[in-house]
């Protein structure tokens, strides 16, 4: 019965490599794709980054410009302005309510996705400044 179990063990651990493998393909052309599809999604944030969104012209390039100054990859994090911690989006959503003085976006609105798409993006290979963020 041991044997049979380890047959078994050994049969079980030879198939896992090839199921993981299958996981994992993709071709150039998918890459491509994926690329394409998500900076048609980063070009209608930079769209959204540069315009007034909210009741007083004030965009959100006025206070960071390209994107500046909001290292979206130190999110979540604790916020003073909100009091608590939060993920980019609830950041993104406190400037839409009162510098812009908009309406917030629903965490899955497609111009929420964007907007994080755009400002992630836009900081790609910036070097965070220790202590300050």
Not at 55 to 72: L, R, Y
């Amino acid at each position: 019965m041991f044997k049979g179990i380890c047959l078994i063990l050994l049969a079980l651990a030879l198939s896992l490599p090839s199921v993981a493998a299958r996981a994992d393909e993709f071709t150039e052309a998918d890459l491509k794709k994926w690329q394409e599809d998500f900076m048609v999604v980063v070009k209608e944030g930079e769209k959204l980054f540069h315009s007034a969104l909210g009741s007083n012209a004030v965009s959100c390039d006025m206070c960071h410009p390209n994107g500046a100054n909001n290292h979206p990859e130190t999110y979540p994090k604790f916020q003073k302005q909100i009091g608590k911690v939060v993920a980019l989006r609830d950041m993104i959503n406190w400037c839409l309510k009162n510098p812009l003085k908009g309406t917030e976006m629903a965490a899955d609105d497609p111009k929420m996705v964007a907007m994080e798409a755009y400002i992630t993006w836009e900081r790609r290979g910036v070097p965070l400044a220790p202590g300050k963020h």
